[in-house]
């Protein structure tokens, strides 16, 4: 039973449902599927709530009571504003502002109107972010939008936040950016010449860890390696790099499932040396044995 039908029952009867009561119906109704003549009676009926904002204070309440906290990615963006503008942006997704049926991600603290919004790529693959601009403008308020994939190029998003922090627009269209950008892929970009400084690398780092990379991606960086070949300079920084370093699997031996695994590869692959003579030569060749 619905609050609407609750409110509907003790407008009706004058009786009011305690907490028990409201409980109590919840739980009988939990599971319970609609049958085939209810759906068509209430297939194209208007929700009752279509066109209405939730009263702000009620909003605040239900996400309190979900105990929303920040995502990873909205942890990661708000370390990059932080960076860029020390206690000017504030995350304000839990509830603490909201504008009309909007709540933004991030909102400045510090007298300017305006918010920024981390938009997930699968749940906001088909928004229309003019739309949510315009609604914010309704309020006074400019907005920004950051794209989850941005954040995998941080000069990027600190491109756009610093254009939209001092009052700059910000192009949202691959071939609106600065020609020093070379696009990749959905509204994504990298610097001309430029490297990753190691703090930057740091937080990526951060971002991607616990991130599951499916098969089609895999696949996908598989094939981008095939016939990459390294060269003696990068050879030798690895080296470098990995020089007085343990190696992560010393001691360990190969699982059944894994010799497994390395020997179908192998099926069919000829030797490297097969009918090569006189590649290697045995260390004592030539060599008499003496004895004392």
Not at 19 to 40: V, W
Not at 60 to 76: C, F, G, L, M, Q
Not at 112 to 136: A, F, M, P, S, T
Not at 138 to 152: F, K, N, T, V
Request: glycine share 10%.
């Amino acid at each position: 039973m619905t609050k609407k039908s609750i409110d509907y029952y003790q407008n009706k009867t004058g009786h009011h449902l305690t907490t028990e009561h409201r409980a109590l119906l919840s739980k009988l109704h939990t599971g319970m599927k609609a049958s085939e003549e209810t759906k068509k009676k209430m297939k194209g009926r208007i929700a009752w709530n279509k066109g209405k904002h939730a009263n702000p204070e009620h909003v605040r309440k239900v996400i309190a009571s979900n105990h929303w906290r920040p995502t990873k990615p909205e942890k990661y963006l708000g370390e990059i504003l932080e960076r860029l503008y020390p206690n000017e942006y504030k995350y304000t997704g839990d509830g603490n502002v909201i504008l009309g049926s909007k709540i933004p991600d991030f909102t400045n603290v510090n007298g300017k109107k305006q918010v920024i919004e981390l938009y997930g790529d699968y749940w906001h693959r088909n928004d229309n972010i003019h739309v949510d601009i315009n609604r914010y403008k309704e309020y006074g308020y400019s907005c920004l939008i950051i794209w989850e994939h941005e954040l995998g190029n941080p000069e990027l998003v600190g491109w756009k936040v610093r254009a939209f922090h001092d009052g700059f627009p910000v192009l949202i269209e691959e071939s609106q950016y600065p020609e020093n950008y070379v696009p990749k892929g959905d509204k994504c970009g990298t610097p001309k010449g430029s490297k990753l400084s190691p703090e930057h690398r740091a937080n990526i780092g951060k971002g991607n860890i616990g991130r599951i990379v499916s098969p089609e991606t895999r696949e996908k960086i598989r094939q981008s390696l095939m016939g990459h070949k390294v060269n003696e300079e990068t050879r030798r920084k690895i080296s470098e790099a990995n020089s007085g370093k343990e190696s992560w699997n010393k001691g360990m031996s190969p699982s059944e499932e894994t010799r497994q695994k390395i020997a179908q590869s192998l099926m069919g692959n000829e030797p490297w040396n097969k009918g090569k003579k006189g590649l290697q030569v045995a260390w004592n060749k030539g060599l008499k044995l003496v004895m004392n």
